[in-house]
């Protein structure tokens, strides 16, 4: 599968398969190690998770399996999140759902999750959203901490915006390599608020996460699905493809930004079905009838 890069020392693959759902696939440890070997053997070698997903039990799934054959952990790029600090049984002290994006808290996240994933380092660490407290010094202050120590050897963020992303860079010295957003065609918001064109002129490759918008494309419950969903099938018929959801990846990675989207499924054939996106070529005019159809009007 095509790579794609996120800096001169980070190569990911063209698609990402992300673990927030992991703990309902009610995987044993040995179906997920067989999950992850045979999704390897696709090409897909870029791992999304974060600290919170499965309330704070993905990762620790996930390096139960690893752990059976570390020899993998070469093979992959392991990316994860922190600074979502969730009301959760897990920390009953905790009355309030809150952000930290402190140096403390950021170092504890990160031990934690070399942990869970029983390895020494994260290929990838992403703050997972926008913090209105974040104090920009200190938090560039823990990523250059972890970048010394070689716990984590990139970073970048998810949920920013430019004016984030410019204000956390003026305070750090290393690079942001990517910027995780939720992208689908129920979900046009990146295409309207400067980050699409930020990305251009960054050249950051974007990862899209939802890029069914969490399979409701696929089986819409309201008018604006119904109407997303009824392009999509009658494109599909004359692209002469039944498979929906890789008419939506194909959207994707038709931008020029270079969108990485992050998949959402446990099913090995739906990941195989997701790599038919390569067959797809769109036209301009189908790239802007799947927009459309997201928007609820043509364009102006
Ligand atoms: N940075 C952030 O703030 C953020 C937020 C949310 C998610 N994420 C990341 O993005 C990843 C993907 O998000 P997502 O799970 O919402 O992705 P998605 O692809 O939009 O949705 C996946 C869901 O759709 C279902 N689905 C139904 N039909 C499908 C088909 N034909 N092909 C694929 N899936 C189908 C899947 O069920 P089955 O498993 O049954 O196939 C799964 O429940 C997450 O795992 C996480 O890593 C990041």
Not at 20 to 26: G, I, S
Not at 149 to 170: C, I, Q, R, T, Y
Not at 193 to 219: D, R, T, V
Not at 242 to 267: D, Q
Request: aromatic residues 10%.
């Amino acid at each position: 599968m095509e790579k794609i890069k996120l800096s001169s020392t980070l190569e990911v693959s063209r698609f990402a398969l992300g673990f927030w759902r992991l703990n309902e696939w009610k995987m044993s440890s040995s179906e997920l190690l067989y999950f992850i070997e045979t999704v390897l053997d696709t090409g897909i070698t870029t791992f999304d998770h974060a600290d919170i997903y499965g309330d704070f039990s993905c990762e620790a799934l996930f390096g139960e399996a690893l752990k059976r054959e570390p020899a993998l952990r070469q093979k992959m790029q392991l990316i994860t999140k922190c600074g979502i600090m969730p009301v959760s049984q897990k920390f009953p002290e905790r009355r309030v759902g809150h952000y930290d994006t402190g140096y403390a808290h950021i170092l504890e996240s990160v031990e934690q999750s070399l942990k869970n994933f029983h390895t020494d380092y994260l290929d990838l660490l992403l703050i997972h959203r926008p913090d209105p407290l974040m104090s920009p010094d200190e938090t560039a202050r823990a990523f250059e901490e972890l970048h010394r120590s070689g716990k984590v050897l990139h970073f970048g963020v998810s949920n920013f915006l430019p004016a984030d992303m410019e204000m956390f860079l003026a305070h750090l010295s290393l690079p942001l390599v990517t910027n995780q957003v939720a992208i689908s065609p129920a979900q046009l918001t990146h295409f309207h608020n400067g980050n699409m064109a930020y990305f251009l002129q960054k050249e950051i490759h974007p990862m899209a996460w939802s890029p069914l918008a969490g399979g409701k494309l696929l089986h819409p419950e309201d008018e604006e699905g119904r109407r997303i969903h009824r392009k999509l099938s009658e494109l599909a018929q004359r692209k002469g493809t039944e498979n929906i959801g890789s008419l939506i990846y194909a959207w994707l990675l038709k931008h020029p930004a270079g969108i990485i989207p992050v998949l959402g499924t446990g099913k090995l054939h739906r990941i195989q079905e997701a790599l038919e996106a390569f067959n797809i070529s769109l036209t301009t005019e189908e790239w802007f009838a799947i927009y459309e159809a997201g928007l609820g009007h043509g364009v102006p």
